[in-house]
């Protein structure tokens, strides 16, 4: 039974938050990619992940990672309205910061920082964390999703007053409470399966202008 | 068509038709499969691995460290209905375990200066003998994961394995805490959206 937990891999861990692409070690052997049932593959949703451990690993209880996985999706892609894709990968990119998941920050600080065209701001939220200033609106956002993380909730009425007045309507509001609970869940996995590793411990030097996406590993 | 009732809008009291309700209907997947999810852990087809009143027990004491009546009552009376006396010694550990979180370590380097100190839950005799140890190490592990996730590390999930969980049992058993840390915020956050 205790042969599925995996030797350290030996990775040095991050010192800080980054963009840069990290790579993530299990530290409970995911379903090798051979032995993966049909169940399991169809529960992966997205084909390409079956060449992630963190997928195969969580392929391990297929019901509940396929229904999780189109949760996220329905919270993050669709576009009907509510709050626009970049600022609920910001929620995202900052309940991971709040949270101290520097994997999920460095995934959803790319697609912040793509979609919204503002790195340099994406930047300072991961240099300086919540309280950062990122102009009122981007301030109210990250402050609700810091409210929405504490355990328990802070997120109260002075939090849905500020949204308002920064010009959320209800249903941004809505994906601001979903997008920032929805990483509250990643996170957790994120932190507690395994963990981002680095062999570049030297300072990062993060570029301004030209956003990495990662291919095949957001949410 | 209106969706069908689920956890969430239950639990956030929201009536059908109302404003929080008929917002919820432009993400009619994220709803449908978020209350999958629930069914997934709760009323799942093989509980392998993870028995029922195990689920049950965390999942009432997970509601009760996010301080949410409703769903601490709506889990707790799942729990009771299969094991009476286990929802009482659940809710003295939801006693012993209430604090406020994020917090946790970080490694040295620019972040040291946002370390945050806080307890790591421990359930000594006679709680540990009235759980029993595979219940007592899964409490141990949701405390670790709703207040300080950004600690849990490969000794945690050896703690797991010692006890008896295997690696399905393991991944079932975060994704069940990790969930509830989601569905609590989104009926919390409704709930206030609504008032």
């Known amino acids: 039974m205790t042969s599925s937990l995996l030797p350290d891999g030996g990775g040095q861990s991050p010192v800080r938050f980054t963009r840069d692409d990290l790579p993530w070690l299990p530290w409970l052997e995911p379903v090798a990619e051979a032995d993966l049932t049909d169940v399991q593959k169809t529960a992966l949703v997205d084909k390409a992940r079956v060449r992630s451990d963190y997928f195969r690993l969580l392929a391990r209880a297929p019901a509940i990672l396929e229904a999780r996985t189109k949760t996220a999706r329905d919270i993050f892609h669709n576009d009907a309205g509510g709050l626009p894709r970049a600022e609920r990968e910001l929620a995202a990119t900052a309940t991971s910061r709040v949270n101290g998941c520097i994997y999920c920050a460095s995934v959803h600080a790319r697609f912040a920082a793509h979609y919204s065209r503002r790195p340099g701001d994406i930047d300072r939220l991961l240099a300086q964390g919540p309280d950062a200033d990122l102009g009122e609106r981007w301030n109210a956002l990250v402050a609700a999703a810091k409210a929405i993380t504490a355990t328990p909730s802070r997120f109260g009425a002075a939090e849905v007053t500020r949204l308002r007045k920064a010009g959320l309507d209800e249903g941004a509001i809505a994906d601001l409470i979903q997008s920032a609970a929805f990483f509250n869940w990643a996170n957790r996995l994120m932190l507690s399966l395994g963990g981002p590793v680095t062999s570049h411990p030297a300072p990062v030097s993060i570029p301004s202008d030209a956003p990495a996406i990662a291919s095949g590993r957001p949410l | 068509m209106p969706l069908p009732p689920d956890v969430i809008g239950l639990l956030a009291g929201l009536r059908q038709g109302s404003a929080v309700d008929e917002i919820r209907a432009a993400r009619p997947v994220a709803r449908t499969e978020a209350q999958r999810s629930f069914q997934a852990l709760f ?67 620019p972040l040291a200066a946002e370390r945050q100190d806080g307890p790591r839950f421990r359930i000594g005799e006679p709680d540990a003998a009235g759980l029993g140890p595979r219940l007592a190490a899964a409490l141990a592990h949701a405390h670790l994961l709703v207040f300080h996730p950004r600690d849990a590390g490969p000794e945690d999930l050896r703690k797991l394995t010692d006890a008896g969980f295997d690696a399905n049992a393991i991944v079932t058993l975060s994704q069940l805490v990790a969930f509830l840390s989601f569905q609590v915020r989104t009926i919390q956050g409704f709930r206030v959206l609504a008032a």
């Open chain 2, 43 to 109: 009323e799942p087809a093989d509980p392998a691995g993870v028995s029922l009143v195990e689920r049950l027990a965390v999942a009432t004491f997970v509601a009760g460290l996010h301080a949410d009546p409703a769903s601490t009552l709506f889990y707790g009376a799942r729990l009771a209905a299969l094991a009476e006396g286990l929802s009482d010694l659940i809710a003295v550990q939801i006693g012993r375990g209430q604090t406020q979180g994020p917090y946790g370590g970080y490694p040295d380097g």
